[in-house]
């Protein structure tokens, strides 16, 4: 090679000095760096990455998007293709990321490099703090958004299970992608947990969750919850109008818990929205486009539903484009000690009590029960221990503290008011419930009374609540209030 002067260049010379310069530059503007392989599970942090992130331990073995959710590295994983010089919020601020692929001989993606600048002296510097400051702004200007934003990622879900990881990969796929997941499983296993993790993890990451219980609103009120009321659509409706979930949710996640029990006629009205990406409000004929993201969740068999009429086919499909179950806690057993110390730390920080620990013949009894109302039930188990065992540590017969308790939470402590008993099948529950005589006040035996005609009036229509509510009498957000206070499950 050759010069304009004629002068005669070795290009490996080149070569090696343009390496040495991008090699000073990276060196110069770049702080952190972090490397994942092909299924994006990191290898390598460097230190000082760790510290800015405020990690206690070693990330590596994890998979990149537990530690950073909108991290780059999967798309560069995914495509092939790199991202140079572009911003990611991170911590509060925005920093300056490039990602790599990195290729074998094949020209295969093996996994990926990424180098990050958080603080540097260069000219990109006030571009950070011009991102910075309009971030700031943004965030005063919708202070709403904090209290319509996702409140857990998927690092928080406890468990190391097989099936408890195969939900979290569907979740992050599904999460890559634009599309609605219909989550299903049974009461209690976390399903709006796990809608919370998608959303953080997606691309609407920034944007509202909206999270709407169809089976707690009564009919009358459903339409207007979801598609809102225009101005003076009705006698008594306000001037200025309501916006529905739809509306609020704008281009977030509108999350639709016990979507099985959706009426008919709206179940028409949400397939619009999913097809044609509009929706009319109440007493309004104005269309309003909408780009909300859709992600169900239901405890009921909707394919049977759909065979049975009470579900529209076409919807189902739609939901479902992405279908998720979500495992019982009884198919992933060796997740009851982590969850379990995730819970027991919990409710110590909630309720103001010292740090408290499960012995060995605690976590055994854990272990043995069938857990039929799942993770809830599991919560509530942990939650009623903890409140007994501070009791038990500060009063003793002496009337001093009890050194005996010693924080810790022993499989005595576990039990009572009947909270690990043998689970019952539906139909012994109304069996038993049926004969046992009336006892107590005449405030309980109006009680016992109702829990046995709901349990009677769910036997008959086979778990079905909305038939169930019907044959009672009342509506279907009534009888969810009952069975909530009546603690049946």
């Not at 090679?1 to 343009?18: A, E, P, S, W």
């Not at 991008?22 to 760096?33: A, G």
């Not at 013949?361 to 188990?381: K, T």
Request: proline share 4%.
């Amino acid at each position: 090679m050759t010069d304009h002067h004629g002068k005669t260049f070795d290009t490996r010379i080149l070569r090696t000095r343009i390496l040495k310069f991008l090699q000073h530059s990276f060196d110069d503007f770049y702080e952190h760096t972090i490397a994942a392989d092909k299924k994006g599970i990191l290898t390598w942090m460097s230190e000082s990455y760790c510290e800015f992130l405020g990690l206690k331990e070693s990330p590596v073995g994890k998979h990149i998007t537990d530690i950073i959710p909108n991290s780059y590295l999967p798309q560069v994983i995914a495509s092939g293709k790199p991202v140079l010089l572009d911003v990611l919020y991170i911590r509060n601020q925005w920093v300056l990321v490039s990602a790599v692929p990195l290729l074998n001989e094949h020209k295969e993606v093996e996994g990926a490099f990424a180098f990050v600048a958080t603080d540097t002296p260069s000219t990109a510097k006030p571009l950070l703090a011009k991102y910075n400051r309009l971030q700031s702004e943004v965030r005063n200007s919708k202070h709403y958004q904090s209290e319509r934003s996702s409140r857990y990622q998927l690092s928080q879900i406890a468990g190391q299970s097989e099936a408890l990881k195969t939900v979290k990969h569907q979740i992050r796929q599904a999460a890559r992608f634009d599309i609605s997941v219909l989550l299903t499983g049974e009461t209690g296993t976390g399903k709006e947990l796990f809608a919370h993790a998608l959303h953080n993890l997606s691309d609407r990451a920034d944007k509202p969750f909206v999270s709407i219980n169809v089976a707690a609103i009564p009919d009358t009120l459903i339409e207007a919850e979801f598609f809102g009321v225009a101005p003076g659509a009705f006698t008594g409706a306000k001037k200025e109008g309501r916006p529905g979930k739809i509306e609020i949710a704008q281009d977030g996640t509108l999350f639709l818990d016990e979507i099985g029990d959706m009426p008919l006629p709206l179940q028409s009205k949400l397939l619009r929205v999913l097809q044609e990406k509009e929706f009319e409000k109440v007493g309004s004929n104005a269309v309003q486009a909408t780009n909300v993201r859709i992600v169900a969740a239901t405890s009921r068999d909707l394919l049977q539903m759909v065979s049975m009429g009470e579900f529209r086919a076409d919807l189902y499909y739609r939901l479902s484009a992405m279908p998720i179950h979500l495992p019982p806690l009884r198919e992933r057993m060796e997740d009851i000690e982590l969850l379990s110390e995730r819970i027991l730390d919990e409710c110590c920080e909630r309720l103001g009590v010292a740090t408290k620990e499960l012995t060995e013949d605690a976590l055994m009894l854990l272990r043995s029960h069938d857990w039929p109302g799942n993770v809830r039930e599991l919560y509530n188990v942990i939650e009623r221990a903890c409140i007994m065992n501070e009791k038990a540590s500060h009063i003793s017969s002496k009337g001093f503290r009890d050194v005996f308790s010693n924080n810790l939470i022993r499989h005595e402590e576990l039990r009572p008011p009947k909270a690990l008993v043998p689970a019952r099948t539906p139909e012994a529950v109304i069996q038993t419930d049926t004969d046992d005589t009336f006892t107590g006040s005449l405030k309980e035996q109006i009680r016992q009374a109702e829990r046995r005609a709901i349990l009677h009036a769910l036997r008959q229509c086979g778990g079905h609540k909305t038939r169930a509510a019907q044959q009672l009498g009342i509506s279907r957000a009534a009888l969810y209030q009952k069975l909530e206070i009546l603690q049946i499950n």
